[in-house]
């Protein structure tokens, strides 16, 4: 049948009516048909195999690129750890907050919650800064009231400045040596307590000084004795009152470390007065 120029012609096998002859294979070549029920859309809708996700990659691949090789670093063993940053990094992991709230019980030296609240997280940082802010207030007032004692008695003023170094040396050496030497004895005595706690402790007693080190600037001798005398007894009685328990469990030798306590504290309170609030106006 003719239908202008076009022919319809009949297929065979699919019957299908078309404007244009369906094109032959040509000899030789074989001709692949896919079904269209068969194919696959990229990415698959479903997970197969270990694919998590469309385009992820295998579960195990995050695992496998986790792992050290056999040329990785190995963890440092033993005491080499001491000599790493990384090993101090938990004791700096403090904010303001937690600051403000440990100097604050160290003016409470009666309450004996300081050592609870710091058993599971002692840090170095608060003790480190109030140490060093100690140290240059020390020798800055001390400096002043030297200066104005020479002025108020019209002699000519020099600078001293071994009192900086001598201020360094005391109190860094007092919040390092004491703790370590307390940290001996309570272990000997089977009394355990971490050293970090110890050096803690020992870093907020100093906090009272501060403002007793302020006060020792008013030239009125007996005054500065009385301001040091109760500084050096509040901080012997917070490190006392938190060591409590531990102390206790050391047995009758409990009494011997409490007065051991109290007389460095008083001592530190005592060689501060002398060597650097000692000038007569």
Known sequence: MMSGNYTTVNDNNNNTTGSVAPVQDPPGQVSVKFNDSTLQTFPPSAPQGKITSGSGPPRDADVTFSKPTSGSEQ?????????KITAYQPYFDVDTCDILERIKDSLFPFKGTF?????????????FWICTTLIFLSASIGTSATYLADKLNHKDWDYDIHLLTWSASLLYGYAL???????????YLSA?????????????SLFIFIPAVCLSIIPV?????????????????FVASNLRS????????????????????????????????????
């Open 192 to 204: 355990p307590l971490s050293l970090a706690h110890i050096l803690c402790l020992y870093g907020y």
């Open 115 to 127: 050592s609870e609240k710091t058993a599971s997280n002692p840090d170095l940082y608060g003790p």
């Open 75 to 83: 963890p440092t063993p033993g005491w080499l750890k001491a000599f």
């Open 221 to 237: 001798e007996i005054f500065r004795w009385v301001v040091a005398g109760i500084a050096g007894f509040m901080s012997a009685m």
């Open 177 to 187: 040596v004491v703790p370590l030497i307390l940290y001996i004895v309570l272990k």
């Open 246 to 281: 531990h102390i206790v469990s050391a047995g009758e030798t409990w009494f011997w470390i409490v007065g051991g306590i109290t007389l460095l504290q008083l001592a530190l309170s005592v060689v501060l007065k002398i060597y650097l609030f000692s000038v007569h106006i």
